[in-house]
């Protein structure tokens, strides 16, 4: 009878395990891609699986977490890199005399382009590939999208020397408008795939945030032609 009862005990015990290594395994990643796992799934085995709200099987219990902590999480990255954009910014204000908005214009997208085309050429090739996934012009053009890290990068060089910054602006409103509308398609047929803005490394997904990140540069390009022709 004791072995019996210790038996019927097991399940007891190991969902108590269960529930622990749930705590556990908070935030980590899907097992089925590379985003933050939402939703926990238990088997009939007993163990613990990890997956996103994409990949989340029916009776998967949704992780309690807040939106803030998790929207920190996900794109951690994207406030790095946006932190040492200012920190460039600051850096040119104080050895340049002359700072007028032309110039808060002109660092802004150099450090754009600089910080964010590093982290593309870091991961050139996996770059390349999600690249061809949302924007129009890469899938019709395979070279483009080997090409773009390296002028995103040569984007800013140009940009921080004041060098053909009228050039800059001009090329930046198609490449990154159209891209944009490919974004926007993407997003709206409910494709979950990865961002390559910033490279592939940190697994930043494609959202919206990409969109507004691209129509700020595409507006700053406008306003940087503007100021050039006045």
């Known amino acids: ?12 015990n190991r969902a108590k395990n269960i529930k622990r290594n749930a705590t556990i395994k908070y935030m980590t990643k899907c097992e089925l ?19 996103c709200k994409h990949h989340a099987p029916s009776g998967s219990k949704r992780i ?21 954009i200012f920190l460039y910014m600051l850096g040119r204000y104080y050895f340049l005399s002359n700072y007028g908005l032309d110039n808060i214009l002109n660092d802004f997208m150099a450090g754009f382009f600089m910080f964010f085309g590093a982290m593309q050429l870091y991961s050139l090739s996996s770059t390349s590939e999600v690249l061809k996934k949302y924007d129009p012009i ?12 390296f002028v995103f990068f040569f984007f800013g060089l140009l940009l921080h020397f004041h060098k053909a910054s009228m050039i800059v602006s ?20 409910g494709a979950d795939i990865q961002c390559a803005c ?5 697994s930043l997904p494609l959202s919206y ?10 507006l700053m390009s406008i306003a940087m032609i503007i100021i050039n022709l006045i």
Request: hydrophobic content about 45%.
């Open 138 to 149: 890469a899938q019709k053009f395979s070279w483009y999208a080997g090409l773009y890290p």
């Open 64 to 84: 309690n977490q807040s939106r803030i902590l998790s929207g920190l999480k996900t794109y951690r990255i994207l406030f790095v890199l946006i932190g040492l």
């Open 209 to 218: 945030v990409t969109v507004v990140e691209n129509v700020i540069m595409v």
């Open 170 to 189: 001009i090329l930046t409103i198609p490449m990154l408008g159209i891209q944009t509308l490919g974004i926007i398609k993407v997003l709206k047929n």
């Open 1 to 12: 009878c004791y072995e019996r009862i210790k038996r019927l005990c097991k399940p007891c």
């Open 198 to 202: 910033a490279g592939t490394k940190f």
């Open 33 to 51: 891609c590379s985003m933050d796992s939402t939703h926990l799934f238990i088997d009939k085995d007993g163990l613990v699986h990890n997956y």
